[in-house]
């Protein structure tokens, strides 16, 4: 009869046969003397695990016997529409025809379901992607702000440095004239005055302006206006006699290595002054370890300048001397104001406060410059960067002896560390 109507209809041998043909059909028509004797437990597993959007039609015939059906087959079909027989075949077909009808709302429901699923992880995907451009851009964001920040300051410090630089330069300058007035006319009155008590006042006048020589030199320095005599140098064997030298003078307790890189490029340096800072350097570490540690002189070779040095060299190869220790460090605020003139953290008396300013000084005004890296309790790794040299080095030049500037200076260095402890026999020597 179904058939006949149009309706595509099959007929079960079986309630197994009719469970495993469910997920093709549209809507079951089930007589209930079919499910009396049965076991029900396959249907009711597939019913209860139909999806989301699934609810199945039934059309249950009930018995002519029973005026109802029984409660538990409505309970287990669920979606079900319940036909007493006798019945009109136009019941039969309206109820089979609704019950298609709403399977294929269901089936559309399906569909749309999928599409939705579809559009969701699409959606999703784009907010996935969206955010992950959008955190990208705001990791650049927050890198060029970092870089922009660190250009500041390293550009307003380069302002200061450059303004303390052309004050100091300037006066300087003055006092050295001042100064060799002053020492002219002292050597004068020496060659004119016998008297011994005299002369020994000339001497200590004369010792004064000596002094201040110095520190106009060491001023000059920093401000980069002091002569320099730069040639190609050979850093690695610079680096072993200035070694030599302070394994007998840096005093005990103190280890000093040193870690030079094999086939390193000659600098374009003037070696006296080099000498002078590495001596300056190696002083201010062993001053920094006052129970002992290390000192390394270390050498090495740059194939292009850094990222963080590029507002302060050029670009090119370079190579890099450093003095590192193990001693106290640095705390933050000491660091920021580690090159200015006349900056100190010793005791009065002790130190100038022109030892880093004169290694800056220096190594900017020979096309470098100088870095710190310091943590408290860690120590400090000061690090001199030079230019490549592209000359060889000429025979005789970085020889085992130290310049006798250089020597001298050292002397001077040990011999007033002697005067701080017994002043009367240094005067008298």
Known sequence: MLQADGTFAREQRSLIELVGNLGEAAAAVIAEEALTHEDRGSLARWILNQPPWSDFPFVLLTLRAARNPQPDLVELLGNVTVLERPLAAASLKSAVKAAVRARVKQRQTESYLDQLTHLTDTLERRIENRTHELANANRRLMAEMVERERTEVALRHAHKMEAVGQLTGGIAHDFNNLLTTIMGNLQLLGLRIEDERLQ????????????????????????????????????????????????????????????????????????????????????????????????????????????????????????????????????????????????????????????LSQVYGFARQSGGTVKIETELGRGTVVRIFLPRSTEAVVAGQGSSELTASARGTLWLSTMMLTCAKRPAACWRH
């Open 200 to 355: 020994r006042y000339l001497r200590n006048a004369m010792h004064g302006a000596e002094r201040g020589a110095k520190l106009v030199k060491q001023l000059m320095a920093f401000s980069r206006k002091q002569h320099l005599a730069p040639e190609p140098i050979d850093i690695n064997e610079l680096a072993g006699v200035v070694a030599e030298l302070l394994s007998r003078t840096i005093g005990t307790g103190i280890r000093l290595e040193v870690a030079t890189q094999e086939g390193l490029w000659p600098a374009l340096v003037d070696p006296t002054q080099l000498e002078l800072m590495l001596l300056n350097l190696a002083f201010n570490a062993r001053d920094a370890m006052p129970t002992g540690g290390t000192i390394v002189i270390e050498t090495t070779a740059l194939n292009r300048v850094p990222d963080q040095l590029a507002s302060e060299l050029k670009a090119g190869q370079y190579v890099c001397i450093s003095v590192k220790d193990t001693g106290t460090g640095m705390p933050p605020d000491v660091l920021a104001r580690a090159f200015d003139p006349f900056f100190t953290t010793k005791a009065p008396g002790k130190g100038t406060g022109l030892g």
